[in-house]
């Protein structure tokens, strides 16, 4: 299904076609819901990063990821040498910070111990928004009646109607009990 199909299925199960753009909310509430929830390996990324091989110091905008959520990894580019956030106590006083990174606004900024041409990125994404001319995402074509299920339990409990919203919400809540097991926890 995409997601025109999936706000149909909404609709039809509420019976209250004034509500389709409630529908539509929900439907990428719901798929953001369960993507946060996760670090799906569909929604894993993996990029190299350029950096200018003299410096040991540098940034890159989180914007050079598409849809960036959160880092899985960062590596200096052709080894096995990862980095580790910088936590705030290292910030606070001043230790030395080789091999790290930490992300300032919108920047990651990255302290080498040794100098390297590229960083290896693996990163999870965000979802995107779907919209009628932009319809398509991998979890609604593996499990889509558990979107449909979460987003008309939102849309029910919007209503008043606690008796739909909660049915919805244990099948939704089942289907994706049993959908986590197939659905490929990222490993990378």
């Not at 509500?19 to 798929?31: D, H, K, Q, T, W």
């Not at 990029?47 to 849809?67: C, G, H, K, N």
């Not at 052709?78 to 091999?99: A, F, P, Q, R």
Request: aromatic letters at 10%.
């Amino acid at each position: 299904m995409n997601f025109t199909q999936v706000v149909a299925e909404v609709v039809e199960t509420i019976k209250r076609p004034d509500l389709i753009n409630r529908a539509r909310r929900e439907v990428n509430s719901s798929i953001s819901f369960y993507c946060l929830d996760n670090e799906f390996s569909r929604d894993f990324q993996e990029q190299i990063i350029v950096l200018d091989p003299l410096e040991y110091t540098q940034s890159f905008a989180l914007s050079d990821m598409t849809r960036f959520r959160k880092f899985k990894y960062l590596r200096r580019g052709d080894t096995k040498k990862y980095l580790s956030v910088i936590s705030d106590e290292e910030m606070i006083k001043g230790c030395t910070i080789n091999d790290k990174y930490y992300i300032a606004g919108l920047n990651v900024n990255v302290s080498l111990k040794a100098r390297a041409a590229t960083l290896d990125v693996g990163y999870y994404m965000h979802p995107p928004i779907l919209t009628d001319n932009a319809p398509e995402f991998w979890l609604l074509d593996v499990s889509p009646f558990m979107v449909v299920d979460r987003a008309c339990a939102a849309v029910f409990r919007s209503i008043g109607d606690e008796k739909s919203m909660q049915t919805h919400a244990i099948s939704a809540r089942e289907s994706y009990l049993t959908a986590r097991k197939d659905l490929g926890i990222s490993t990378q």
